[in-house]
């Protein structure tokens, strides 16, 4: 069966969650949505779908004019080998200690490193994007400094690899949330690959929103490798959220953007204890008010 994306704007988060939630409510539903800030400054959010088949076109068109969108553009994915298809193209990512796989790499991960089995899915975080690479230096660079943490929240987890690396590392408990409910779903099994379901609670919530993910805090640890613009958002919640002490560390920052970002958080009482710049991307490690 051919896999079919189909992608539309909106202006706001509330009008793209709207259609994101109109589009799961459909029959047959898609296989999995998502909204993502363009973050430019304009206010546009993408939306998207991806179904096994063609979906019924005039369906989506009355969904995208009931929040004031254009039309959805579709186009085919392929075969649903897709994901055969991206295991082979997805090499072992090393990251200081760290180092990423899929399960068709398993055997050849060496024992003294901290291996993270990540399967290919519709979620972010395999560790080859520059962002999530940076949040793993970020890591490894904070056990080599003597820090340790107890109480960690992933937020934004997308396939969940940043709260397994904190739980592989630090004797650890850890939260960690997505507004996706395909990437909750990813993570959660990509925990249970990992062995640590015992360890890392999953939830699905934008930021902070779900009441269990406040109820655990607060956080002596907290990472979020998101956007800068839902970072810059986040900040009054991440300070909220955070222990006295607490160590961030944020990412999926353009670089030209971390200024910007750093200064919204010294706002609110936080200090830059280091920057790791990969490629065009930048990852804050901050520090909160003692």
Not at 94 to 104: L, T
Not at 196 to 206: D, F, V
């Amino acid at each position: 069966m051919t896999l079919f994306h189909a992608t539309t704007t909106t202006r706001g988060e509330a009008a793209a969650q709207a259609l994101s939630e109109a589009l799961d409510a459909l029959e047959p539903a898609p296989s999995a949505t998502g909204v993502h800030d363009r973050d430019d400054g304009s206010g546009i959010w993408e939306v998207g779908a991806y179904f096994d088949g063609r979906p019924d076109a005039a369906r989506l068109a009355l969904l995208a004019a009931a929040q004031g969108a254009p039309d959805f553009a579709l186009a085919p994915v392929g075969s649903r080998d897709w994901l055969a298809q991206v295991r082979a193209g997805l090499t072992p990512v090393e990251a200081g200690r760290f180092v990423v796989y899929g399960s068709h790499d398993r055997a050849r991960i060496p024992s003294n490193r901290v291996g993270l089995e990540i399967e290919a899915a519709l979620a972010f975080g395999t560790g080859h994007h520059e962002s999530t690479r940076g949040c793993l230096l970020a890591l490894d660079g904070l056990a080599r400094a003597g820090w340790g943490f107890r109480n960690v929240a992933d937020i934004g987890c997308g396939t969940g690899v940043l709260a397994m690396a904190a739980a592989r590392v630090w004797p650890c408990r850890a939260t960690a949330s997505d507004m996706d409910a395909l990437a909750v779903e990813t993570a959660r099994a990509n925990i249970a690959a990992n062995r640590l379901g015992g360890r890392i609670l999953c939830a699905t919530a934008t930021g902070f929103a779900a009441p269990v993910v406040r109820a655990r805090g607060p956080y002596d640890l907290l990472l979020a490798n998101i956007l800068a613009g839902p970072l810059r958002r986040l900040a009054p919640e991440m300070a909220r959220n955070a222990a006295p002490g607490a160590v961030l560390v944020l990412s999926g920052i353009l670089t030209r953007q971390a200024a910007g970002v750093e200064a919204v958080y010294r706002g609110w009482g936080f200090a830059r204890r280091r920057r790791h710049a990969l490629g065009s991307w930048s990852t804050l490690v901050l520090t909160a008010p003692a």
